[in-house]
């Protein structure tokens, strides 16, 4: 306050300035240290804003980024104010804590909807496996994310999708997606022999080349191969895809 005013308290400089401290006000602050209880200087003009606990918050530190956290992972909005009551002995409602994780929805609409570039030379479909909430139970599903290789070797997420099944008509839609937002022509489409993805592909990019991932080549034959003869076989299969014409005996 002393700062946004100009002089110290008594100071007769502050006369006639326009503006003078009025007070302070109450109120108490949940932190990840628990509840704490501050007082906020404030003035005549109602133009000071403390600068670590803003006007009207009732949150400070990573509150916010703790139920976000929780929420991604899974957990009900009911378990995270359970959550938050057992070990930060903060008092929340399922309310608030919607208010809080709808923040991001409009954020994540857009980065989905965002355009990309007209041309990848290379983009990469591939699939992880995460917990996901359905209908009131956390179940594990397939994440499928596209990565793209723009002209200056930098990558881009163009998309996570998931979904039941994989094929052809899940596989077009996803890259009818990508075209809308603007995607022209991919080079070379590189994915571990996905189910309808190549034919999907053409489909919407004639001129596509469909790439079997290496690494997942690799992984799929070293499954018959016994665990001793593994290095020398992965090391020929290196020389291969490497284009080293080698004798490798």
């Not at 109450?26 to 003035?43: E, I, L, Q, S």
């Not at 703790?66 to 957990?75: E, K, Q």
């Not at 996901?132 to 990565?147: C, E, I, M, N």
């Not at 002209?151 to 996570?160: A, P, Q, S, Y």
Request: hydrophobic share 40%; charged share 25%; proline share 4%.
């Amino acid at each position: 306050m002393t700062d946004h005013l100009g002089y110290e308290p008594g100071d007769p400089a502050g006369r006639g300035s326009g503006n003078s401290r009025n007070g302070r006000s109450a109120k108490t602050v949940a932190t990840t240290a628990g509840p704490v209880n501050v007082t906020v200087p404030r003035d005549r003009n109602s133009t000071f804003a403390p600068q670590i606990v803003p006007k009207h918050s009732r949150r400070v530190g990573a509150i916010e980024d703790i139920i976000l956290s929780l929420y991604a992972r899974g957990l009900s909005t009911r378990e995270i104010e359970a959550h938050l009551k057992e070990i930060y002995d903060i008092n929340t409602s399922p309310a608030l804590i919607s208010k809080i994780t709808d923040v991001v929805v409009d954020e994540i609409t857009l980065w989905q909807n965002r355009p990309v570039d007209e041309v990848y030379p290379i983009v990469y479909v591939d699939a992880i496996r995460i917990r996901v909430r359905d209908r009131g139970s956390v179940t594990l599903k397939s994440a499928h994310l596209v990565v793209g290789v723009d002209v200056d070797g930098l990558k881009d997420v163009l998309g996570i999708w998931i979904a039941a099944e994989e094929g052809a008509k899940f596989w077009a839609h996803v890259l009818t997606q990508l075209r809308n937002r603007g995607l022209r022509d991919v080079l070379i489409l590189c994915c571990d022999g996905l189910t309808g993805l190549p034919d999907a592909a053409r489909s919407v990019f004639d001129k596509v080349t469909v790439q079997t991932c290496v690494v997942h080549v690799i992984r799929n034959t070293m499954r018959f191969i016994s665990y001793g003869d593994r290095k020398k076989v992965a090391t020929a299969m290196r020389h291969i895809y490497t284009g080293r014409v080698e004798s490798f005996v």
